[in-house]
């Protein structure tokens, strides 16, 4: 069991549930741009590591199955660190050609204005009968390329350099056809524009309601890779001067559809933030925020009426603080002589950032063959630390140098990290003390030496 205090405490508050809170109302925006798929808003958090990794066919050593990344509550059951936990139940069931599931999900994960370890997101999925078309006398890809024109249309520009196969980056599955996966993907693409676009103009006529200048709707597609899609692509929206990843996708990896026993069954799925686009929707600029009991946050968001740009109350300043240490081995319990612990690992290259859930921050891997004695050091324990020593307080926490020592090899890592409170200002003295306490736990708990 690996999660925090914090954590356990936000899996009762889900947030898409709470009347007039902004990811309530964004989850009820989004849903009206998908009529007649079937909704799950309610299931439970807490799923078996087969429901989360193994039936979407994740690797047994994929980065995202480590205590690093998620958070366990024994060696076989995990909060949820996605909404695709529910991909291969929802399949089986077998309800509906269109589902939408939104729901809280936990990861460990980095601590900026955009991440935060508790989030919620949205899986969507379609799907269409093979045998149904065959029985009729139909193709397959004509039926949905018949769907995709019940889409609504829009005019705006949207970058997609790339082909919808390719062979080495992108590949069609064994048993599809490059037809029907043209037809897919144009039904989930057209799917999500329709979506980000109704986002885009609600917020617009907010923002323009306010008399404000509001900048041109900018999105792309990427190519992605996911374990439980092929080919896969991810939607990017231009946010304050960043291109801002705000869902994943793909045609649905075939095994999880056998395996749920709807072989005749292709189609796509989607994963989304919804924090993410509730950003997007009302320019709130800080995903913290979200958590917020604060009635002057509260009260900006009404079901009724039309959306309104969130008003920041005011920005209360930021106090940077740094932190440096030198990466070392805990003492071994038996107490070798204070033995000094081996140099942490160096040169290694960072482990893979693509890999899905989770992962954005980078991690300092172990050789080949670590020396038992030499704990793995990863970013996402400094992110949790901070999270639990100082909660919302701290906005960011960024590694802002990193140095190994010519002659011991030991390396030193210093962390930046930026305390400000979203509704008041901090004291020099409770920023002194969250400070000396986050140190006292990075000694503690990562066995670290303060520089
Ligand atoms: C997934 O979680 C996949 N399950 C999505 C998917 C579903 C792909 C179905 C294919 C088919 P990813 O880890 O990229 O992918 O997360 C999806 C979205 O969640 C991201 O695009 C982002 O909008 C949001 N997100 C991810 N991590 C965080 C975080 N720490 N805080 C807030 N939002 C996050
Ligand atoms: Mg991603």
């Known amino acids: 069991m690996n999660a925090p205090a914090s954590i356990l405490d936000a899996i009762p508050r889900r947030l898409h549930l709470q009347p007039d809170h902004p990811l309530l109302i964004t989850r009820k925006l989004i849903e009206s741009r998908f009529p007649g798929y079937k909704t799950h808003n309610n299931l439970f958090p807490i799923v078996s590591t087969a429901q989360n990794f193994d039936a979407l066919g994740f690797p047994a050593d994929h980065v995202g199955r480590n205590r690093t990344d998620t958070y366990y509550i024994n060696k076989e059951t995990v909060l949820r660190t996605h909404t695709s936990a529910h991909q291969a139940d929802t399949f089986r069931a077998n309800e509906s050609e269109g589902y939408l599931i939104a729901a809280d999900v936990y990861r460990r994960d980095a601590v900026d ?46 970058e997609d350099p790339n082909p919808t196969i390719h062979p080495e980056r992108n590949p069609l599955q064994a048993t599809h056809s490059a037809d029907e996966v043209e037809a897919i993907a144009a039904h989930l693409k057209r799917s999500l524009e329709d979506m980000v676009i109704t986002i885009f103009n609600a917020a617009k006529s907010a923002t323009d309601a306010q008399n404000t200048s509001a900048e041109p709707l900018k999105i792309r597609w990427v190519e992605a890779y996911f374990p439980f899609t092929s080919p896969s692509w991810e939607l990017e929206v231009w946010w304050q001067g960043e291109w801002l990843e705000v869902l994943g996708s793909g045609i649905v990896s075939q095994p999880i559809l056998n395996n749920a026993s709807v072989p005749d069954r292709v189609g796509w799925a989607f994963g989304l933030g919804l924090e993410r686009i509730a950003m997007l929707l009302y320019s709130i600029p800080d995903i913290r925020l979200f958590w917020s009991k604060d009635s002057r946050f509260l009260s900006q968001f009404s079901e009724q009426g039309p959306i309104k740009t969130f008003v920041p109350f005011s920005k209360f300043p930021a106090c940077f603080k ?130």
């Open 113 to 158: 204005r955009s991440h935060y370890p508790v989030f919620h997101q949205m899986e969507g999925a379609r799907t269409w009968d093979r045998a149904q078309a065959a029985k009729e006398g139909k193709s397959l890809a004509d039926i949905i390329w018949a769907d995709v024109e019940k889409i609504p249309k829009h005019d705006v520009v949207v």
């Open 322 to 451: 740094d932190v440096s240490f030198w990466l070392q081995a805990r003492k071994s319990p038996a107490g070798g002589a204070g033995a000094t612990a081996a140099p942490a690992p160096s040169n290694q290259p960072p482990a893979p950032t693509s890999t899905s859930p989770g992962s954005a921050s980078s991690a300092i891997v172990p050789p080949a063959a670590p020396a038992p004695a030499v704990p793995t050091f990863h970013e996402n324990d400094v992110m949790e630390i901070a999270r639990e020593v100082g909660g919302d307080l701290i906005e960011d926490v960024r590694l802002v140098d990193e140095f190994e020592h010519p002659k011991t090899g030991r390396k030193s890592l210093c962390y930046r990290i930026n305390y400000r409170s979203l509704e008041r200002t901090l004291t020099n003295e409770e920023t002194n003390e969250l400070h000396e306490k986050l140190r006292a736990v990075l000694v503690e708990r990562l066995g670290v030496e303060l520089r």
